[in-house]
């Protein structure tokens, strides 16, 4: 046998390796999303959950059991936490990505969810969804624009103190009004801590990270790589959200496909940015921090 085939027989025992790495990995993915989904679906109606969701308003149990599920299935891999995202390296500089991530996200809530709602559109129907998916690529460009010129940050003091203040802005708006209640508080918890964290140290964190191990991120764009494990991690992750309206315990059989829509494109979103920094901390502010205020207010206002 000639080098040259010993070098080709190694090629191809490499191709091979690596397309049952790939499928193995793919089905890992999709087998604990179809567990995640299972659980929600029969656990919902149980009667623990539904008292979280008549007294708290957000079931902290069952998001419990899915990081539990995701941790553990990290640590079954046996890769290092910061593989995953989880990583205090560089954390001033993302926590300052995080904040300005914040910002930008006004216009897909703003101009995509408040438009929605001004123009009549249900954003759990298509009509909706697509728009409010428009408003997201929107915020996507300019996110892009953002980290293209983002500088490296060596203090995260600022940052923080703006966090907590804001994290207590529905707080004291509930207090000056007399309207403090455990839903207020619960809201802003569940959101930053439970939604914005624990949602993206699943599919950003897990999901994400672990098709990138399996495919590579060999696309670059605007100085971002990513490869398909961006996509499909946004696409479990807007299949995720329309079970939002599917709860067959309080007589809701039906798909939010459009929020399904708008939630991939805000996966891209968060997506973006953990392909970015490499870290689940600007991501996780990105994600809960908009959602805590914004629900937190919404929960004391009552606002549709």
Same mark, same amino acid.
């Given at each position: 046998?000639?080098?040259?085939? %010993?070098?080709?027989?190694?090629?191809?025992?490499?191709?091979?390796?690596?397309?049952?790495?790939?499928?193995?990995?793919?089905?890992?993915?999709?087998?604990?999303?179809?567990?995640?989904?299972?659980?929600?679906?029969?656990?919902?109606?149980?009667?623990?959950?539904?008292?979280?969701?008549?007294?708290?308003?957000?079931?902290?149990?069952?998001?419990?059991?899915?990081?539990?599920?995701?941790?553990?299935?990290?640590?079954?891999?046996?890769?290092?936490?910061?593989?995953?995202?989880?990583?205090?390296?560089?954390?001033?500089?993302?926590?300052?990505?995080?904040?300005?991530?914040?910002?930008?996200?006004?216009?897909?809530?703003?101009?995509?969810?408040?438009?929605?709602?001004?123009?009549?559109?249900?954003?759990?129907?298509?009509?909706?969804?697509?728009?409010?998916?428009?408003?997201?690529?929107?915020?996507?460009?300019?996110?892009?624009?953002?980290?293209?010129?983002?500088?490296? %940050?060596?203090?995260?003091?600022?940052?923080?103190?703006? %966090? !907590?203040?804001?994290?207590?802005?529905?707080?004291?708006?509930?207090?000056?009004?007399?309207?403090?209640?455990?839903?207020?508080?619960?809201?802003?918890?569940?959101?930053?801590?439970?939604?914005?964290?624990?949602?993206?140290?699943?599919?950003?964190?897990?999901?994400?990270?672990? !098709?990138?191990?399996?495919?590579?991120?060999?696309?670059?764009?605007?100085?971002?790589?990513?490869?398909?494990?961006?996509?499909?991690?946004?696409?479990?992750?807007?299949?995720?959200?329309?079970?939002?309206?599917?709860?067959?315990?309080?007589? !809701?059989?039906?798909?939010?496909?459009?929020?399904?829509?708008?939630?991939?494109?805000?996966?891209?979103?968060?997506?973006?940015?953990?392909?970015?920094?490499?870290?689940? !901390?600007?991501?996780? %502010?990105?994600?809960?921090?908009?959602?805590?205020?914004?629900?937190?207010?919404?929960?004391?206002?009552?606002?549709?």
């Amino acid at each position: 046998m000639t080098v040259q085939e %010993i070098h080709s027989g190694d090629r191809s025992l490499r191709v091979m390796q690596s397309v049952k790495t790939r499928i193995l990995i793919t089905l890992e993915i999709f087998a604990v999303f179809a567990i995640f989904v299972v659980l929600r679906v029969t656990l919902t109606p149980t009667r623990i959950v539904q008292w979280e969701l008549d007294n708290l308003e957000w079931s902290y149990s069952l998001m419990i059991i899915f990081v539990a599920i995701t941790t553990l299935v990290i640590v079954l891999t046996r890769k290092n936490w910061a593989d995953y995202g989880v990583s205090a390296k560089n954390w001033q500089t993302n926590l300052d990505i995080g904040m300005k991530a914040f910002l930008v996200s006004f216009i897909p809530l703003g101009l995509g969810w408040g438009g929605a709602q001004q123009l009549g559109l249900d954003p759990n129907k298509m009509g909706g969804g697509t728009y409010i998916a428009l408003m997201e690529i929107a915020g996507i460009a300019v996110l892009l624009w953002v980290l293209n010129r983002q500088k490296t %940050i060596q203090s995260g003091r600022r940052n923080l103190i703006t %966090i !907590l203040l804001l994290l207590f802005v529905p707080i004291v708006v509930a207090l000056a009004m007399r309207s403090l209640s455990v839903v207020v508080v619960s809201t802003v918890v569940w959101q930053f801590i439970f939604s914005g964290f624990g949602e993206e140290f699943t599919f950003r964190g897990y999901f994400q990270s672990r !098709l990138n191990q399996a495919f590579g991120r060999p696309a670059k764009l605007f100085g971002i790589q990513f490869g398909v494990g961006l996509i499909l991690a946004s696409l479990l992750f807007g299949f995720w959200h329309a079970f939002n309206t599917f709860d067959p315990a309080v007589g !809701l059989s039906s798909f939010a496909w459009g929020w399904a829509l708008s939630t991939f494109v805000g996966g891209l979103f968060f997506g973006v940015i953990r392909e970015k920094t490499g870290s689940l !901390l600007a991501p996780s %502010i990105a994600h809960g921090l908009p959602d805590a205020v914004g629900e937190g207010l919404k929960s004391l206002f009552s606002w549709m």
